[in-house]
């Protein structure tokens, strides 16, 4: 099927880049959060980025107008019905992400593909709850998603090759690669990240090296553009752990059990960036190491 129109569930920082990607290579895009505040805020930073496209000489200045003309935004999840994709982006949690899927269900089209965004849970599971899972997939993207150019595309048991092969064509479209994964936790790039990620918070949790010294030796030690302990700040401590208790639930293997102090970070409500504190404090003009 050709798919034209999409709808984004969640504007948050995976939601608005998902819009802003999609309306700038031509789709109608529909986005929708439970918060109006948080919509009004996606509309505001993809004009923003829009806009240093723009000054950068990315796009042209109607270009930027097209897009920002091709996305609307609502409070009701159910106005998504009509769309021919639908874009989960919701939080990293799976009885949300369940609730959304059966309250959109009863307005789809029957050819609708419906797809998640997670970065870690089954695909098979969130499909088996619907009453599509040929037309179920994982449409995983990278943060932030106007920069970074791969695309996880994850396969359920049940997942039909009409399906995968539109959301190719969506992918190849908004100009990015795409990798297939199989349906296992946490698919390819998590599975890889995470626990290297894990193993750089017991390496400070043990007292190996200080949160400076641990990202210092992986920016100039292995040529990471950033540090893991900076890294997990920039995508959040919560859906860090998250992806590890994925990790260790799914696969059995103690290899995968989080880190307390990732888990002390997460009890504090030091989930990085967003909140202001992590491994990093953001409160001032610079991030100060916070152990």
Not at 185 to 203: D, K, S
């Amino acid at each position: 099927m050709a798919i034209e129109t999409v709808g984004v569930v969640g504007a948050g920082q995976m939601g608005n880049g998902i819009a802003h990607v999609l309306a700038l290579a031509g789709y109608q895009v529909q986005l929708t959060d439970v918060n109006q505040d948080a919509l009004t805020a996606a509309i505001a930073l993809i004009d923003k980025n829009l806009e240093r496209q723009v000054a950068r000489e990315k796009i042209t200045a109607g270009e930027k107008a097209a897009a920002m003309g091709r996305i609307t935004t609502t409070l009701k999840l159910t106005d998504l019905g009509p769309s021919d994709l639908i874009i989960e982006a919701a939080t990293e949690r799976e009885t949300v992400k369940q609730a959304i899927f059966e309250d959109l269900i009863p307005h789809l089209k029957p050819e609708t593909i419906l797809t998640s965004n997670t970065s870690s849970i089954s695909i098979t599971r969130l499909a088996s709850r619907t009453d599509r899972p040929e037309k179920f997939m994982g449409f995983h993207f990278m943060n932030p998603v106007p920069v970074m150019q791969l695309v996880e595309l994850i396969r359920g048991i049940a997942t039909d090759q009409s399906t995968f092969e539109a959301c190719l064509k969506v992918v190849e479209n908004i100009g990015k690669t795409a990798a297939s994964a199989e349906d296992f936790p946490a698919f390819i790039v998590n599975r890889i990240l995470m626990p290297m990620i894990n193993e750089a918070v017991y390496t400070l949790y043990e007292g190996v090296g200080s949160v400076k010294s641990i990202d210092e030796s992986m920016k100039l030690g292995a040529n990471h553009p950033m540090g893991p302990l900076e890294l997990a700040d920039f995508i959040g401590l919560d859906t860090c752990l998250a992806i590890m208790n994925v990790l260790h639930d799914g696969l059995a293997d103690t290899k995968y059990r989080p880190c307390p102090l990732l888990t002390k970070y997460v009890e504090a409500g030091w989930l990085g960036r967003k909140t202001g504190r992590g491994f990093y404090d953001y409160r001032g003009d610079t991030p100060v190491p916070t152990r």
